[in-house]
């Protein structure tokens, strides 16, 4: 058999364990130390527009406390892009709050302006105004930054940028995780770094940052005793896996231009095929880090081919293909949230399937995807 060739792997740049072994040396093997706030002041310099980074222990614990930083608590509403990683929807209610999902657009296949403004309009008319909206730049494409900006003014509700797959992605030239009031990162296993498991909380607001600090180190009021008036958690990241994020960070361009090549890859196979269309930028404007690379198959007619079909042929090659995130509206444990838009999502997901999109993909791992393509078509 084969080596399994996997979706997003782990891709480690050479430097991470120097940082790792200088936490060892230094004996800072805690959820705090230089590790951490270096590697918080590199993801700042690295995004620029002055924004402020708190170093977590999930892009999840970051997206929980973005919502608390907003005031979301029991009985509110968050408007939601269903189309997305059940993460961007599980911490709203974690905070006893309802979400109210979103249809995606067809361009960028994020949450539809139109859709999110009728949302908004109707939530009011029914006597509530959602709190805060979680827009995604899903699998590294980023969403309709200006347009949902623009709506999120209007009605005076902020926005939570959800950028755990966009790491390296631009819109007009600036870095995505610096578009919403605060915006997260996720560092998990297959994202396109790693701290192992972590995240980051960022924003412009210097005292969210400060606020998110308090939170992930169990609020602990200044006394020399332990006092709290808040409620706290412990989502703060271990120097060590810190360690891991600051060498991971010196690659990042280099598995952005990677991953990029593995779309092109894509992009040229699929070329001639009518049947096929790969998920790409609609202009140029947008740059995707394209973290994972995605297809669609054609509407109708398509020779006999679905996209389980072909997702089980990799499979017996022992290779992995996912089906695009299945929408939350759709959802057995959100069935009961209200729900804007068409069918956009719906039909995405039942025509899409994310393809191996690894930086560390050797030639022979591509020729292997290449041949099952060709005996599929
Ligand atoms: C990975 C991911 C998250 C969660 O990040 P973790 O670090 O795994 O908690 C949130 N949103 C999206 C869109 C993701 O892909």
């Given at each position: 058999?084969?080596?399994?060739i996997?979706?997003?792997?782990?891709?480690?740049?050479?430097?991470?364990?120097?940082?790792?072994?200088?936490?060892?040396?230094?004996?800072?093997?805690?959820?705090?130390?230089?590790?951490?706030?270096?590697?918080?002041?590199?993801?700042?310099?690295?995004?620029?527009?002055?924004?402020?980074?708190?170093?977590?222990?999930?892009?999840?614990?970051a997206?929980?406390?973005a919502?608390?930083?907003?005031?979301?608590?029991?009985?509110?509403?968050?408007?939601?892009?269903?189309?997305?990683?059940?993460?961007?929807?599980?911490?709203?209610?974690?905070?006893?709050?309802?979400?109210?999902?979103?249809?995606?657009?067809?361009?960028?296949?994020?949450?539809?302006?139109?859709?999110?403004?009728?949302?908004?309009?109707?939530?009011?008319?029914?006597?509530?105004?959602?709190?805060?909206?979680?827009?995604?730049?899903?699998?590294?494409?980023?969403?309709?930054?200006?347009?949902?900006?623009?709506?999120?003014?209007?009605?005076?509700?902020?926005?939570?940028?959800?950028?755990?797959?966009?790491?390296?992605?631009?819109?007009?030239?600036?870095?995505?995780?610096?578009?919403?009031?605060?915006?997260?990162?996720?560092?998990?296993?297959?994202?396109?770094?790693?701290?192992?498991?972590?995240?980051?909380?960022?924003?412009?607001?210097?005292?969210?940052?400060?606020?998110?600090?308090?939170?992930?180190?169990?609020a602990?009021?200044?006394?020399?005793?332990?006092?709290?008036?808040?409620?706290?958690?412990?989502?703060?990241?271990?120097?060590?896996c810190?360690?891991?994020?600051?060498?991971?960070?010196?690659?990042?361009?280099?598995?952005?231009?990677?991953?990029?090549?593995?779309?092109?890859?894509?992009?040229?196979?699929?070329?001639?095929?009518?049947?096929?269309?790969?998920?790409?930028?609609?202009?140029?404007?947008?740059?995707?880090?394209?973290?994972?690379?995605?297809?669609?198959?054609?509407?109708?007619g398509?020779?006999?081919?679905?996209?389980?079909?072909?997702?089980?042929?990799?499979?017996?090659?022992?290779?992995?293909?996912?089906?695009?995130?299945?929408?939350?509206?759709?959802?057995?444990?959100?069935?009961?949230?209200?729900?804007?838009g068409?069918?956009?999502?719906?039909?995405?997901?039942?025509?899409?399937?994310?393809?191996?999109?690894?930086?560390?993909?050797?030639?022979?791992?591509?020729?292997?995807?290449?041949?099952?393509?060709?005996?599929?078509?």
């Open positions: 058999m084969n080596s399994k996997w979706l997003s792997s782990p891709h480690m740049g050479g430097k991470e364990q120097e940082f790792v072994n200088e936490a060892f040396e230094q004996n800072w093997i805690a959820p705090l130390g230089p590790n951490v706030n270096n590697f918080e002041t590199e993801i700042a310099a690295y995004l620029g527009e002055d924004v402020h980074v708190a170093a977590l222990s999930s892009g999840t614990a997206l929980h406390l919502l608390i930083i907003l005031g979301v608590s029991q009985g509110d509403e968050v408007l939601c892009q269903s189309m997305t990683f059940s993460a961007s929807a599980n911490p709203i209610i974690y905070q006893g709050a309802t979400p109210v999902f979103v249809d995606s657009e067809s361009e960028t296949w994020n949450i539809c302006p139109i859709h999110l403004e009728n949302a908004i309009k109707d939530r009011i008319a029914k006597g509530k105004k959602p709190k805060a909206i979680v827009a995604v730049h899903l699998y590294g494409m980023p969403y309709k930054a200006e347009a949902i900006k623009e709506i999120s003014q209007k009605y005076d509700i902020p926005v939570v940028e959800d950028s755990a797959e966009a790491f390296g992605s631009t819109y007009k030239g600036q870095k995505c995780g610096t578009f919403g009031d605060i915006a997260i990162l996720s560092f998990n296993g297959n994202k396109i770094i790693t701290t192992s498991g972590g995240g980051a909380l960022v924003t412009k607001n210097k005292q969210y940052r400060d606020k998110a600090i308090f939170l992930s180190t169990q602990r009021d200044a006394a020399p005793h332990y006092q709290h008036s808040e409620i706290g958690y412990n989502y703060r990241m271990s120097n060590v810190a360690g891991i994020g600051r060498g991971q960070l010196q690659v990042l361009n280099q598995r952005v231009t990677q991953r990029r090549a593995m779309h092109n890859f894509y992009k040229e196979i699929f070329e001639n095929n009518k049947e096929v269309t790969v998920f790409s930028e609609s202009d140029a404007t947008r740059f995707s880090n394209h973290w994972l690379s995605a297809i669609t198959l054609k509407k109708e398509t020779k006999n081919l679905d996209k389980e079909m072909l997702r089980v042929a990799f499979e017996a090659a022992n290779i992995e293909c996912r089906p695009l995130w299945k929408p939350m509206h759709m959802q057995p444990v959100f069935a009961d949230a209200p729900y804007y068409s069918s956009v999502a719906e039909d995405l997901f039942d025509r899409g399937l994310c393809m191996p999109s690894g930086s560390n993909l050797t030639d022979i791992d591509r020729s292997r995807i290449a041949e099952v393509i060709k005996e599929q078509f």
